[in-house]
């Protein structure tokens, strides 16, 4: 059973579409992250989000925190190319040493020019 | 800045064999820790360290043995390679004792064992 699950597992758009990436789990995590990995090359952090119902922005890409803090999206505006890649999101559970990260599967997302 | 360097990239073995990845981090981070990246399968945590001479186990072990001699170095072993550990190894590194921080990944090293 994935306690992290993202969706849609595959997407394939056009330069200049919207799209949103959903990352939903019944557990609550203290705090959640966002990678985007590229063919070829490790995972890199976009973003840690970490109160309920927080947003964040960072350039063309909005990032939410659910108010129960359980679930996550990724908002593309004016998706490029250069937004291609692998987009993992990764909840953080438990306290103290027993905190551990929880990863989902991933979004692979194409934006066709 | 190199951050966290990978070695080899590429390696092909025959089942049985053994050898050792290499991950090296030039940022000062405490903790290191080994994934394997696997389609389906997502990334499974392998072995991690919170500091030199202090490793522990995640939840993918069996078959792979590390060490943490330096800060710096956090090899993986395979005693004994399987087709089942054909995958892509991912090294990272987080400065904060924990593994819930901020993670730097190295490039990977992409494994297959015939």
Same mark, same amino acid.
């Given at each position: ?17 919207? +799209? $949103? ?8 995590? @203290? !705090? &959640? ?5 590229? *063919? %070829? ?19 063309? +890409? $909005? ?8 679930? @996550? !999206? &990724? ?5 490029? *190319? %250069? ?31 | ?114």
């Amino acid at each position: 059973t994935q306690l992290l699950e993202q969706s849609p597992q595959f997407l394939s758009i056009q330069e200049g579409e919207n +799209l $949103t990436v959903y990352c939903n789990s019944s557990s609550v995590f @203290s !705090s &959640l992250q966002w990678y985007r990995q590229e *063919p %070829g090359e490790g995972p890199v952090l976009l973003v840690t989000v970490v109160t309920g119902g927080e947003v964040k922005k960072l350039k063309r +890409l $909005t990032f939410q925190f659910g108010d129960a803090r359980k679930d @996550s !999206s &990724l908002h593309i505006t004016a998706a490029q *190319p %250069g937004d291609t890649g692998l987009y993992l999101c990764a909840g953080e559970m438990g306290a103290g040493n027993n905190r551990k990260l929880i990863w989902g599967l991933g979004t692979s997302l194409a934006v066709n020019p | 800045n190199a951050g966290v360097t990978q070695t080899p990239k590429f390696q092909v073995l025959k089942t049985g064999q053994s050898m050792t990845l290499q991950c090296a981090q030039d940022m000062n981070h405490e903790y290191m820790s080994w994934y394997r990246q696997d389609p389906g399968m997502g990334l499974r945590l392998i072995h991690y360290s919170v500091g030199a001479g202090i490793t522990d186990q995640g939840e993918v072990p069996n078959g792979y043995n590390v060490s943490r001699s330096t800060t710096e170095d956090f090899p993986l072993r395979l005693l004994s390679a399987a087709p089942s550990q054909t995958s892509v190894y991912f090294c990272a590194s987080s400065l904060n004792r924990v593994s819930t921080g901020e993670l730097f990944f190295g490039e990977g090293s992409r494994l297959t064992v015939l």
